[in-house]
């Protein structure tokens, strides 16, 4: 009687160090998903960064190469100058309009995969604190079991 009860608590044991060794990994998962989506965010807001001050330095160019012109042959081509800013101006908010659209859509994109992985991580942790509860009724039960 005595050996069963020994082996009950070696089983007892082994499992509370493996709901512990579980627990730490999902704690280390956890942390390791916040790290990569942390980095995915500063990759996200670099490119995004890297991007708005390309375009910002490409319209930049090229407004002041327009300005030349216009100012050198303004008198001469009045309609034609007001008509091209007007496209200008026209390509330039359709180009920065699907590029919100673009950088909206990849956020909402990330966010909703930083949910699922948060949601899996909840999932995981109600799990194991199930298995834990269950383990305790078990254990409660073997000691208070007549020897």
Do not use: C, W, Y
């Given at each position: ?70 100012n ?19 390509k ?41 509860v ?14």
């Open positions: 009687m005595l050996e069963s009860i020994v082996v009950d608590e070696d089983r007892l044991t082994r499992i509370e160090r493996a709901i512990v060794e579980m627990k730490t990994m999902v704690e280390q998962r956890f942390d390791q998903m916040r790290a990569e989506m942390n980095r995915r965010f500063d990759e996200s807001d670099l490119t995004t960064n890297k991007r708005f001050d390309e375009m910002d330095a490409k319209t930049n160019k090229r407004f002041d190469e327009m300005d030349v012109k216009t050198k042959r303004f008198d001469e081509m009045d309609v034609k100058t007001n008509k091209r800013f007007d496209e200008m101006d026209a330039t908010s359709k180009r920065f309009d699907e590029m919100d659209l673009k950088t909206d859509r990849r956020f909402n994109e990330t966010q909703a995969q930083l949910k699922s992985l948060i949601e899996d991580v909840r999932d995981d942790i109600r799990i194991v604190a199930e298995g834990h269950a383990l305790e009724k078990r254990v409660t039960v073997l000691e208070n079991r007549p020897r």
